[in-house]
């Protein structure tokens, strides 16, 4: 797999601080697959998009695209 796509859910997820959802986002960082999603929902789900970002593992961005 080369990347894992984020919809709202997984967006939402985050915000919650979800704990399946960072062991998830752990698992992808270690195996070095890329975090997808879009601006639309990116810009749908994230009001505060500094605080949520500090939600995810260190060192991983979500590209748009």
Do not use: Y
């Not at 960082?29 to 970002?53: E, F, H, M, P, T």
Request: aromatic fraction near 4%.
């Amino acid at each position: 797999m080369s990347a894992l796509v984020l919809d709202a859910g997984a967006l939402l997820a985050v915000e919650r601080g979800d704990r399946e959802m960072a062991a998830r986002l752990r698992i992808a960082q270690q195996r070095d697959i890329g975090l997808r999603s879009n601006a639309v929902v990116v810009a749908q789900v994230w009001r505060d998009g500094a605080a949520c970002a500090a939600r995810f593992p260190s060192g991983e961005s979500v590209t748009a695209g």
